[in-house]
Protein backbone atom coordinates (compact mmCIF):
# COMPACT_ATOMS: atom_id res chain seq x y z
CA UNK A 1 0.00 0.00 0.00
CA UNK A 2 0.97 3.64 0.07
CA UNK A 3 4.31 4.18 1.07
CA UNK A 4 4.30 0.67 2.84
CA UNK A 5 7.78 -0.75 2.74
CA UNK A 6 7.25 -4.04 5.18
CA UNK A 7 9.09 -6.75 3.27
CA UNK A 8 12.01 -4.60 1.50
CA UNK A 9 15.27 -4.84 2.41
CA UNK A 10 17.28 -1.76 2.10
CA UNK A 11 21.07 -0.65 2.33
CA UNK A 12 21.51 3.22 2.74
CA UNK A 13 25.25 4.09 2.23
CA UNK A 14 26.51 7.74 3.86
CA UNK A 15 24.19 6.91 6.51
CA UNK A 16 26.28 7.97 9.72
CA UNK A 17 24.47 11.45 9.07
CA UNK A 18 22.94 13.95 7.02
CA UNK A 19 20.39 12.56 3.98
CA UNK A 20 21.81 8.90 4.58
CA UNK A 21 20.86 8.85 8.23
CA UNK A 22 17.54 10.62 7.72
CA UNK A 23 16.55 7.85 4.64
CA UNK A 24 17.58 4.99 7.07
CA UNK A 25 15.38 5.79 9.75
CA UNK A 26 12.59 6.39 7.42
CA UNK A 27 12.48 3.62 5.50
CA UNK A 28 12.95 1.43 8.67
CA UNK A 29 9.93 3.55 9.85
CA UNK A 30 8.17 2.92 7.02
CA UNK A 31 8.92 -0.91 7.28
CA UNK A 32 11.69 -2.15 5.50
CA UNK A 33 14.98 -3.85 7.14
CA UNK A 34 17.81 -1.24 6.77
CA UNK A 35 21.76 -1.86 6.67
CA UNK A 36 23.61 1.13 7.27
CA UNK A 37 26.89 1.51 5.98
CA UNK A 38 29.87 4.16 6.80
CA UNK A 39 32.74 4.68 8.08
CA UNK A 40 31.74 5.74 11.49
CA UNK A 41 30.85 2.45 13.23
CA UNK A 42 29.50 4.36 16.70
CA UNK A 43 28.00 6.90 14.80
CA UNK A 44 25.77 4.05 13.06
CA UNK A 45 25.62 1.51 15.76
CA UNK A 46 23.75 4.32 17.27
CA UNK A 47 21.29 5.50 14.72
CA UNK A 48 21.02 1.38 14.17
CA UNK A 49 20.21 0.94 18.30
CA UNK A 50 17.29 4.00 17.68
CA UNK A 51 15.60 2.81 14.95
CA UNK A 52 15.45 -0.81 17.07
CA UNK A 53 14.13 0.90 20.01
CA UNK A 54 11.28 2.79 17.59
CA UNK A 55 10.01 -0.97 16.48
CA UNK A 56 12.22 -0.86 13.42
CA UNK A 57 14.79 -3.18 11.83
CA UNK A 58 18.61 -2.19 11.37
CA UNK A 59 21.57 -3.13 11.32
CA UNK A 60 25.28 -1.25 11.76
CA UNK A 61 27.72 -1.90 9.09
CA UNK A 62 31.23 -0.22 8.87
CA UNK A 63 32.12 0.21 5.08
CA UNK A 64 34.50 2.10 3.21
CA UNK A 65 33.12 2.45 -0.45
CA UNK A 66 36.19 3.12 -1.15
CA UNK A 67 38.15 -0.44 -0.29
CA UNK A 68 36.95 -3.52 -2.08
CA UNK A 69 37.56 -5.60 1.08
CA UNK A 70 35.26 -3.58 3.28
CA UNK A 71 33.19 -3.57 0.99
CA UNK A 72 32.99 -7.20 0.16
CA UNK A 73 33.13 -7.49 3.98
CA UNK A 74 30.09 -5.45 4.54
CA UNK A 75 28.29 -7.63 1.68
CA UNK A 76 28.50 -10.25 3.59
CA UNK A 77 27.38 -9.17 6.33
CA UNK A 78 23.72 -8.17 5.18
CA UNK A 79 23.67 -10.75 3.08
CA UNK A 80 24.28 -13.32 6.53
CA UNK A 81 22.11 -11.29 8.57
CA UNK A 82 19.00 -9.96 6.21
CA UNK A 83 19.77 -11.93 2.46
CA UNK A 84 18.94 -10.26 -0.62
CA UNK A 85 18.36 -6.65 -1.13
CA UNK A 86 15.94 -4.93 -3.27
CA UNK A 87 16.72 -1.09 -2.50
CA UNK A 88 19.82 0.35 -2.63
CA UNK A 89 20.43 3.74 -1.94
CA UNK A 90 24.00 4.80 -3.10
CA UNK A 91 24.52 7.95 -0.86
CA UNK A 92 28.10 8.09 0.10
CA UNK A 93 29.77 11.09 -0.96
CA UNK A 94 31.89 13.96 -0.10
CA UNK A 95 32.57 17.51 -1.38
CA UNK A 96 35.68 18.66 -1.35
CA UNK A 97 35.62 22.57 -3.61
CA UNK A 98 38.99 24.74 -3.96
CA UNK A 99 40.33 26.67 -6.88
CA UNK A 100 41.37 24.48 -9.99
CA UNK A 101 44.44 25.44 -9.89
CA UNK A 102 45.44 24.63 -5.92
CA UNK A 103 45.98 20.89 -8.21
CA UNK A 104 44.73 19.23 -5.19
CA UNK A 105 45.21 15.69 -6.32
CA UNK A 106 44.71 14.13 -3.16
CA UNK A 107 40.87 15.95 -3.03
CA UNK A 108 40.07 15.15 -6.43
CA UNK A 109 40.95 11.45 -6.03
CA UNK A 110 38.90 11.39 -2.95
CA UNK A 111 36.06 12.48 -4.68
CA UNK A 112 36.37 10.49 -7.80
CA UNK A 113 37.17 7.23 -5.57
CA UNK A 114 34.31 7.86 -2.92
CA UNK A 115 31.17 9.67 -5.96
CA UNK A 116 31.88 7.38 -8.73
CA UNK A 117 34.26 4.02 -7.83
CA UNK A 118 32.54 3.86 -4.56
CA UNK A 119 28.63 4.25 -6.36
CA UNK A 120 29.85 1.79 -9.12
CA UNK A 121 31.65 -0.39 -6.50
CA UNK A 122 28.38 -0.80 -4.64
CA UNK A 123 26.10 -1.38 -7.76
CA UNK A 124 28.32 -4.33 -8.65
CA UNK A 125 27.74 -5.64 -5.44
CA UNK A 126 24.55 -5.50 -5.08
CA UNK A 127 23.10 -5.86 -9.05
CA UNK A 128 22.53 -9.39 -8.85
CA UNK A 129 20.20 -9.09 -6.10
CA UNK A 130 18.09 -6.28 -7.59
CA UNK A 131 18.18 -8.32 -10.86
CA UNK A 132 16.83 -11.97 -8.64
CA UNK A 133 14.03 -9.42 -6.67
CA UNK A 134 12.78 -7.80 -10.09
CA UNK A 135 13.12 -11.26 -11.81
CA UNK A 136 10.56 -12.37 -9.24
CA UNK A 137 7.96 -9.44 -9.55
CA UNK A 138 8.91 -8.01 -6.99
CA UNK A 139 10.12 -3.77 -6.32
CA UNK A 140 13.61 -3.86 -7.16
CA UNK A 141 14.82 -0.11 -6.31
CA UNK A 142 18.27 1.18 -7.36
CA UNK A 143 18.61 5.02 -6.22
CA UNK A 144 21.65 6.89 -6.28
CA UNK A 145 22.27 10.74 -4.35
CA UNK A 146 23.79 13.58 -7.30
CA UNK A 147 23.33 16.94 -7.04
CA UNK A 148 22.64 19.73 -8.78
CA UNK A 149 26.19 20.80 -9.14
CA UNK A 150 25.84 17.77 -11.90
CA UNK A 151 24.82 20.47 -14.08
CA UNK A 152 26.59 23.74 -14.99
CA UNK A 153 25.71 26.36 -12.22
CA UNK A 154 27.11 29.23 -10.83
CA UNK A 155 29.33 27.45 -8.46
CA UNK A 156 32.72 28.34 -9.02
CA UNK A 157 35.44 26.55 -7.48
CA UNK A 158 33.61 23.18 -7.70
CA UNK A 159 34.54 21.49 -10.96
CA UNK A 160 35.75 18.20 -10.02
CA UNK A 161 32.67 17.84 -7.11
CA UNK A 162 30.49 18.41 -10.54
CA UNK A 163 32.00 16.45 -12.77
CA UNK A 164 31.83 13.44 -10.08
CA UNK A 165 28.05 13.84 -10.12
CA UNK A 166 27.95 14.39 -13.50
CA UNK A 167 29.12 11.13 -14.00
CA UNK A 168 26.84 9.64 -11.29
CA UNK A 169 23.79 11.64 -13.33
CA UNK A 170 24.50 10.03 -16.87
CA UNK A 171 25.81 6.28 -15.13
CA UNK A 172 22.01 6.75 -13.79
CA UNK A 173 20.46 6.99 -17.67
CA UNK A 174 23.19 4.76 -19.26
CA UNK A 175 22.66 1.89 -16.61
CA UNK A 176 18.84 1.88 -16.83
CA UNK A 177 19.37 0.34 -20.67
CA UNK A 178 20.78 -2.89 -18.70
CA UNK A 179 18.02 -2.64 -15.47
CA UNK A 180 15.16 -1.38 -16.65
CA UNK A 181 13.93 -4.06 -19.07
CA UNK A 182 14.83 -6.56 -16.23
CA UNK A 183 12.01 -4.70 -14.22
CA UNK A 184 14.50 -2.89 -11.74
CA UNK A 185 14.29 1.23 -11.32
CA UNK A 186 17.28 3.30 -11.66
CA UNK A 187 16.10 6.48 -9.89
CA UNK A 188 18.83 9.86 -9.80
CA UNK A 189 18.39 12.28 -7.46
CA UNK A 190 20.12 15.92 -7.51
CA UNK A 191 19.61 18.13 -4.38
CA UNK A 192 20.42 20.85 -3.91
CA UNK A 193 21.50 23.04 -0.58
CA UNK A 194 20.48 20.04 2.26
CA UNK A 195 21.17 20.30 5.72
CA UNK A 196 24.36 17.93 6.15
CA UNK A 197 27.98 17.26 7.37
CA UNK A 198 29.02 18.03 3.76
CA UNK A 199 30.33 21.64 4.04
CA UNK A 200 31.90 20.55 7.52
CA UNK A 201 34.62 18.90 5.20
CA UNK A 202 35.76 21.69 3.15
CA UNK A 203 38.94 22.81 3.43
CA UNK A 204 38.99 26.10 2.69
CA UNK A 205 37.45 28.71 5.04
CA UNK A 206 36.42 31.13 2.05
CA UNK A 207 34.31 28.53 0.45
CA UNK A 208 33.23 26.89 3.62
CA UNK A 209 31.85 30.32 4.53
CA UNK A 210 29.78 30.45 1.37
CA UNK A 211 27.80 28.26 1.90
CA UNK A 212 26.83 29.10 5.31
CA UNK A 213 25.88 32.50 3.39
CA UNK A 214 24.08 31.17 0.83
CA UNK A 215 22.32 28.89 3.18
CA UNK A 216 21.23 31.90 4.96
CA UNK A 217 20.16 33.88 2.15
CA UNK A 218 18.20 31.10 0.31
CA UNK A 219 17.52 28.64 3.20
CA UNK A 220 18.26 24.56 3.06
CA UNK A 221 16.41 21.60 2.53
CA UNK A 222 15.80 19.19 5.79
CA UNK A 223 17.83 15.85 5.24
CA UNK A 224 14.26 14.09 6.56
CA UNK A 225 13.02 15.99 3.29
CA UNK A 226 15.49 13.92 0.69
CA UNK A 227 14.25 10.77 3.02
CA UNK A 228 10.73 11.57 2.03
CA UNK A 229 11.65 11.50 -1.66
CA UNK A 230 13.39 8.47 -1.42
CA UNK A 231 10.46 6.56 0.19
CA UNK A 232 8.11 8.52 -2.30
CA UNK A 233 9.71 7.23 -5.48
CA UNK A 234 10.45 3.23 -3.95
CA UNK A 235 7.47 3.17 -2.50
CA UNK A 236 5.33 3.39 -6.45
CA UNK A 237 3.66 0.31 -7.54
CA UNK A 238 6.69 -1.64 -9.35
CA UNK A 239 5.91 -0.27 -13.14
CA UNK A 240 6.21 3.29 -12.30
CA UNK A 241 10.10 4.87 -12.22
CA UNK A 242 10.54 8.25 -11.15
CA UNK A 243 14.14 8.24 -12.93
CA UNK A 244 15.66 11.81 -12.32
CA UNK A 245 14.59 14.30 -9.45
CA UNK A 246 15.85 17.29 -8.82
CA UNK A 247 14.63 19.02 -5.87
CA UNK A 248 15.97 22.66 -4.32
CA UNK A 249 14.94 25.07 -2.06
CA UNK A 250 12.42 27.42 -3.71
CA UNK A 251 14.92 30.24 -3.33
CA UNK A 252 18.00 28.62 -4.63
CA UNK A 253 18.90 29.98 -8.08
P1 LIG B 1 27.14 14.17 5.00
O1 LIG B 1 28.58 14.55 4.99
O2 LIG B 1 26.34 14.50 6.20
O3 LIG B 1 27.00 12.62 4.70
C1 LIG B 1 27.90 11.89 3.92
C2 LIG B 1 27.91 10.46 4.42
O4 LIG B 1 28.80 9.68 3.60
C3 LIG B 1 28.39 10.31 5.85
O5 LIG B 1 27.52 9.43 6.50
C4 LIG B 1 29.77 9.68 5.73
O6 LIG B 1 30.00 8.86 6.86
C5 LIG B 1 29.62 8.88 4.44
N1 LIG B 1 30.86 8.61 3.74
C6 LIG B 1 31.79 9.50 3.32
N2 LIG B 1 32.82 8.86 2.75
C7 LIG B 1 32.52 7.53 2.82
C8 LIG B 1 33.21 6.35 2.44
N3 LIG B 1 34.41 6.39 1.87
N4 LIG B 1 32.61 5.15 2.66
C9 LIG B 1 31.40 5.09 3.23
N5 LIG B 1 30.71 6.17 3.63
C10 LIG B 1 31.28 7.37 3.43
O7 LIG B 1 26.53 14.88 3.72
P2 LIG B 1 25.13 14.71 2.91
O8 LIG B 1 24.14 13.99 3.69
O9 LIG B 1 24.81 16.04 2.39
O10 LIG B 1 25.63 13.84 1.68
C11 LIG B 1 24.93 12.75 1.14
C12 LIG B 1 24.98 12.82 -0.38
O11 LIG B 1 24.20 13.93 -0.81
C13 LIG B 1 26.37 13.04 -0.97
O12 LIG B 1 26.55 12.17 -2.07
C14 LIG B 1 26.34 14.48 -1.41
O13 LIG B 1 27.23 14.73 -2.47
C15 LIG B 1 24.90 14.62 -1.82
N6 LIG B 1 24.40 16.00 -1.91
C16 LIG B 1 24.32 16.79 -0.79
C17 LIG B 1 23.88 18.09 -0.90
C18 LIG B 1 23.82 19.00 0.29
O14 LIG B 1 23.58 20.20 0.12
N7 LIG B 1 24.02 18.51 1.50
C19 LIG B 1 23.45 18.64 -2.19
C20 LIG B 1 23.55 17.74 -3.29
C21 LIG B 1 24.01 16.46 -3.13
P3 LIG B 1 31.48 8.41 7.35
O15 LIG B 1 32.30 9.65 7.35
O16 LIG B 1 31.23 7.83 8.71
O17 LIG B 1 31.95 7.37 6.38
Redesign the pocket.
Known sequence: SYENLAGRTAVV?????????ATAVLLAERGARVAL????GE??EAIAEKIRADGGQALAVV????DDASVVAAVERVHTAYGAVDLVVN?????LPNPIADARVDEWQRMI???VT?VLRIIGAFAGDLNAAAEQGRRADLVN?????AHVTGFTDYAVYGAT?AAVTHLSALLRNEFGPRGVRVTNI????????????IDNDGLREQIGGLVETTG?LA?AELADLVVYVTSRPRHVNLRQVVVLPTAQV
Open positions: TGAASGIGEFARRRLADVTNAGVMDTNGVSSIGKEPGLTESELATHSA
